[in-house]
């Protein structure tokens, strides 16, 4: 087997043509860094991760000689562009806007927050959701993790603020023009507010439950995003996540969910596996 790839190596290298084939790797690779850059922040970045992932399989089980299980992995494959054309319509159409217009969207990145930024960031993410549900004024607030929602919040009106609590409040302000919608919540950064969110069509859900938990459980199928959810008819707080509905969340059920995100990992506190467990 080392004899194999020792011989496979200097057989490559034998017929590397400089110029032709380092013209086609570039190429390669050019295509390859601005459809990452296309693709991040949105849900198709996970299913190019999982297809990269099926891809390198392929040619380990190829090199091994496993014809069956390479057979049943390149068929996925090459099924795989289909797939993508189906499932992310909005993000190739997006795609190619940019590239008809020549350029291509600007990411913001955050780094990561401080210890003292995480603790400014809960606390006022807390108020603002229990100030909202001493008023029974109906909110919806999306924490954006790992999964990109870029589709979504291009649905809503960029807002591009910093956390506080007064301004959160005020978007949720009874018939303000983006109370109905959800604003999105990218690290430091109320990204945009009056965003559509997908409902869940499952029909185990309690039906006194109205549009916005819908909304919230919807948006926690697809994601693996916090949804916190303030209900106008009787001002309690709920969180949504994985597909799950957490209800009756107090101001410190509220800070140790968020410290999941924003706190140092040796100060977090399993806020979810303690749900779980309870349930």
């Known amino acids: 087997m080392l004899q194999y790839i020792v011989d496979f190596i200097r057989n490559s290298i034998a017929q590397f043509d400089v110029i032709r084939d380092t013209i086609d790797i570039l190429l390669v690779a050019f295509l390859i860094y601005y459809l990452l850059k296309l693709t991040k922040g949105t849900r198709a970045m996970s299913v190019l991760k999982g297809l990269g992932i ?53 990411v913001r990145m955050w780094g990561k927050s401080t210890q003292e930024d995480g603790e400014y960031i809960i606390q ?15 909110a919806l607030v999306v924490v954006e993790r790992r999964t990109g929602l870029a589709e979504i919040y291009e649905s809503g009106t960029r807002i591009g603020g910093f956390i ?62 916090l949804c916190f959810i303030v209900s106008e008819e009787t001002g309690v707080i709920s969180l949504a996540r994985e597909g799950k509905l957490i ?22 506190r399993s806020f979810w596996k303690r749900a779980k467990d309870e349930s």
């Open 54 to 106: 099926i891809l390198i399989i392929s040619w380990v089980t190829a090199f091994m000689r496993l014809n069956a299980i390479t057979w049943v992995l390149n068929y996925v494959i090459a099924s795989g562009a289909i797939v993508i054309v189906i499932l992310f319509q909005p993000e190739l159409r997006r795609a190619l806007e940019h590239l008809g217009r020549g350029r291509f969207d600007r």
């Open 124 to 138: 006022e993410i807390s108020r603002a959701l229990i100030n909202l549900a001493k008023r029974r004024a109906g």
């Open 164 to 225: 506080s609590s007064a301004l959160i409040e005020n978007i949720f302000e009874p018939n303000a023009p983006l109370h109905d919608g959800a604003i999105m919540i990218r690290g430091q950064e109320i990204v945009a507010a009056g965003c559509f969110l997908p409902l869940s069509d499952d029909h185990e859900i309690s039906r006194e439950l109205g549009t916005r938990h819908r909304a919230a459980l919807g948006v926690s199928q697809i994601s693996d995003c």
């Open 247 to 268: 209800r009756y969340l107090d101001m410190k059920a509220i800070r140790e969910a968020l410290a999941e995100e924003y706190l140092k990992k040796e100060e977090k």
